[in-house]
């Protein structure tokens, strides 16, 4: 993907990153990215396969971190080469960011670490592509400045993701201005349709979220504009080991996938 990290403008449509929130397994990884290989060949849909191989921001200490980092890496590097896919996953320190780079393709920084100065640097120094969530906290513009810091660091390969707003303690709002907004700076814009439906800080100590409204947001992010939409999914999320209460049942994502392909026809 490194040398043709656009393609998805020669496919005339939005690209996808969808998987598991996080890699529980090989065989449960090989069937999700199957069937969503199938869905998005047949919609000329660009697709990068997304798997964490380890969840470092938990809430509570005995919540599900990962299968092993080695382990997990390695399953992310099957799934690409077995279905001659990109991969992304995400890494919490910089030096974490040479290790994650030798299995996939995206190294993806996390909504709170996206000031993260020595992460980023070494996210871009590893020549790969790197995918920047916007944290809760920051407004669209001053997004342009994490991206500087990696074109800065010599790598250009930069993508930037809209993953919700804080608004209030327990909950998360998409202000979709910002994709237009972030777009001007010249990088592909991705929605992360199921973390922003994310309501966090339960009292529980387990995030909750709005999975009813996958489709709500999905719809919006593309009609104003966005390049990529980023869609976690898994066979059954209420037995998912990571954010099962935001993530979308994958036998639901191919009718979503067709309405959102209709809508993209119809602005274009």
Do not use: W
């Amino acid at each position: 993907m490194n040398n043709d990290y656009l393609r998805y403008k020669e496919a005339d449509n939005f690209f996808l990153l969808a998987g598991p929130c996080v890699i529980e397994g090989e065989e449960m990884a090989m069937r999700i990215a199957e069937r969503v290989v199938e869905i998005t060949n047949r919609l000329n849909i660009p697709y990068v396969f997304k798997g964490s191989y380890r969840k470092a921001n938990r809430s509570r200490i005995d919540s599900f971190t990962g299968i092993g980092d080695e382990k997990a890496l390695k399953i992310l590097r099957k799934v690409g080469e077995t279905f001659g896919i990109p991969t992304v996953t995400d890494i919490h320190t910089a030096d974490e960011a040479k290790r994650a780079a030798a299995y996939v393709d995206v190294l993806q920084i996390p909504a709170f670490l996206c000031r993260q100065t020595d992460l980023l640097v070494a996210a871009a120094q590893t020549g790969k592509i790197v995918n920047v969530k916007k944290g809760q906290f920051l407004s669209p513009e001053s997004m342009q400045f994490a991206a500087n810091k990696l074109v800065d660091a010599g790598n250009n390969q930069v993508m930037i993701t809209e993953r919700g707003t804080t608004f209030g303690y327990q909950d998360l709002v998409v202000d979709y201005r910002g994709i237009p907004t972030m777009k001007t700076f010249g990088f592909p814009v991705v929605l992360d349709v199921t973390h922003s439906l994310q309501k966090p800080n339960q009292t529980s100590g387990v995030t909750g979220g709005m999975p009813q409204l996958i489709e709500t947001v999905a719809k919006a992010g593309i009609a104003v504009g966005a390049d990529g939409l980023f869609i976690e999914t898994h066979e059954n999320p209420s037995e998912a080991k990571s954010d099962g209460a935001n993530m979308l049942q994958l036998d639901r994502l191919e009718g979503l996938l067709e309405k959102l392909v209709r809508i993209r026809e119809a602005i274009l």
